[in-house]
């Protein structure tokens, strides 16, 4: 009887008899724990995503920290996140990722873009913590990764490069090849097409001020402190 396996790179394997009798008693175990894993993974994401869709979400609507609607230049869906918005200090996390997930899931069905905002945000008010970024990523099913196409990150400060350096060593190399780091807004539109993406005016503002100091560039920050991290890419 043939079973099926999830990959790290979130593609479904059909293991075969012929396939599970090369293999280590030890190995077969392992296999056949992530593929009733991911199984169970993938029922508990359905039930929740069920009971979410009758839940009001109007409240987080009305923040905006994260907005659907553009597309990338080949017509990939881009889904926008304002960090600014996201109020870490009051918002419940359990019930922002089953927010995000009433929101994202018809989206992922297909290749996709995240396009984050980071400008004038802090890790301590506007991040829900490297844990619940950890734990979501779990519990999220394998679309989320497999069709994530690219992260386009726009002024990002040291304490988010930090962040993700701490959690870099847990990721695929795969996903953090998927991750732009953009210094500048005018570079956006290399990938973007500008009348996709509505540039909220305090990153504009704030983009005017680091074009007349350079040497404040975030990115320019993040490549010289923290470039020599294991798996980081540089700034664009």
Known sequence: MATVDIDSSAQAQLVT???????????RWMQARRAAAALRGEQLYA???????ALDFSDLDGLGFVQTGGRDKAGRPLVVVVARNYQAKVLDPE???RYLITRLDRIVDEPYNILWFHTGSSYWHNSPGLSWMWRSYERLPGKYRANLHRVYVVHCDLPMWVGLATLGPLLSEALWRKVEWVSRVE????????????????VSEHDAILEDQPLMDYGVVAAKEVNSVPGLPGPV
């Open 187 to 202: 570079f956006l539109w290399e990938h973007l097409p500008k009348k996709s993406v509505a540039v909220p005016d305090f």
């Open 95 to 97: 019930r922002v990722y």
């Open 47 to 53: 039930t929740t995503l069920s009971d979410s869709l």
């Open 17 to 27: 008899p012929a396939v599970l009798s090369s293999q280590s008693f030890f190995g």
